[in-house]
Nanobody, 121 residues
Framework: HVQLVESGGGSVQPGGSLRLSCAAS????????LGWFHQAPGKEREKVAF???????TYAHSVKGRFTVSKDSAKNTLYPQMDSLKPEDTGVYYC????????????????WGQGTQVTVS
């Protein structure tokens, strides 16, 4: 089965940067999307960025120009780079995967990492 192991996260001052990672394994075929979601305290989980099967990336409007995602295919690891962090970026960040294509609704994603806390203050 699919396993997603996240690392990184922590506390940073506004304007700072953090680099997260998500090591993915266990896929039965190579057509899948990797996603990054954010859950702020007391709010629903929302899309941050997607790394699609063709290598294309999409970002939520709130993080465009500040966050980027890249992937090391040899390690099958996704690296979200978070720059110019704001207090509203605080929350738990989750890596997720689903086969075939990316969708915005978190309920349609099958596999999730354990989450990593990011605090900006």
């Amino acid at each position: 089965h699919v396993q997603l192991v996240e690392s990184g996260g922590g506390s940073v001052q506004p304007g700072g940067s953090l680099r997260l990672s998500c090591a993915a394994s266990g896929f039965t075929h190579s057509t899948y999307c990797l996603g990054w979601f954010h859950q702020a305290p007391g709010k629903e989980r929302e899309k941050v960025a997607f790394y699609d099967t063709d290598g294309s990336t999409t970002y939520a409007h709130s993080v465009k120009g500040r966050f980027t995602v890249s992937k090391d295919s040899a390690k099958n690891t996704l690296y979200p780079q978070m720059d110019s962090l704001k207090p509203e970026d605080t929350g738990v960040y989750y890596c997720a995967s689903r086969y075939w294509y990316c969708v915005a609704d978190p309920a349609m994603w099958l596999s999730w990492g354990q989450g990593t806390q990011v605090t900006v203050s």
